[in-house]
T-cell receptor, first 115, second 112 residues
Framework: DVKVTQSSRYLVKRTGEKVFLECVQD?????MFWYRQDPGLGLRLIYF???????EKGDIPEGYSVSREKKERFSLILESASTNQTSMYLC??????????????FGDGTRLSIL | SQQGEEDPQALSIQEGENATMNCSYK?????LQWYRQNSGRGLVHLIL?????REKHSGRLRVTLDTSKKSSSLLITASRAADTASYFC????????????FGQGTELSVKP
């Protein structure tokens, strides 16, 4: 079974801090994704990576950056945390096969609170 | 932009009853997927239906797709309390490398 592991289930940080959320997958997937999930807004794509060192902005990249130095690891960085970044963050991965049609496999999420 | 929109937003039924959730979308798709999310957990993939398919089954799940109406439905038969979860449809973004657009989900509650 594919396993996507997010480093923390719960995290509390202060405004202005630099925050790192880590995600590791064990199935050699090319694609990795970061989403945030908020009540009433569903899942929104923050960033997407289709290969090592490659990244694309999603729908809401402002205030975030990402790093993918190794295929199995995809990090989300909040450069200077703000209270409106309090949310549930979900990491996912899938295979690249012709561009679509592959299920995404999700981690259990990190519930981040910015005080 | 919002692509998939589920209906209803919340559904409460008794164990043993069938649960039907609907999803509408706006643009052409290659495929549509359904996911389940238990409270406080990540999403789990349930089923994928391609644009050239009309119906697909997996265990107690039945998914239909009507591309002319840009809609899909998920039917869970003989529901169990363990089916209590949120259910999301997701559509792929054509020519955008496997990225998905998720709806806001249907919250299903199955009472024992």
């Amino acid at each position: 079974d594919v396993k996507v592991t997010q480093s923390s289930r719960y995290l509390v940080k202060r405004t202005g801090e630099k925050v790192f959320l880590e995600c590791v997958q064990d199935m050699d997937h090319e694609n990795m994704f970061w989403y945030r999930q908020d009540p009433g807004l569903g899942l929104r794509l923050i960033y997407f990576s289709y290969d090592v060192k490659m990244k694309e902005k999603g729908d809401i990249p402002e205030g975030y950056s990402v790093s993918r130095e190794k295929k199995e690891r995809f990090s989300l960085i909040l450069e200077s945390a703000s209270t409106n970044q309090t949310s549930m963050y979900l990491c996912a991965s899938n295979l690249w096969q012709g561009g679509s049609g592959q299920p995404q496999h999700f981690g259990d999420g990190t519930r981040l609170s910015i005080l | 932009s919002q692509q998939g929109e589920e209906d209803p937003q919340a559904l409460s039924i008794q164990e043993g009853e069938n649960a039907t959730m609907n999803c509408s979308y706006k643009t052409s798709i290659n495929n549509l997927q359904w996911y389940r999310q238990n409270s406080g957990r990540g999403l789990v993939h349930l089923i994928l239906i391609r644009s050239n398919e009309r119906e697909k089954h997996s265990g107690r799940l039945r998914v239909t797709l009507d591309t002319s109406k840009k809609s899909s439905s998920l039917l869970i038969t003989a529901s169990r309390a363990a089916d209590t979860a949120s259910y999301f449809c997701a559509t792929d973004r054509r020519n955008q490398g496997g990225k998905l657009i998720f709806g806001q989900g249907t919250e299903l509650s199955v009472k024992p």
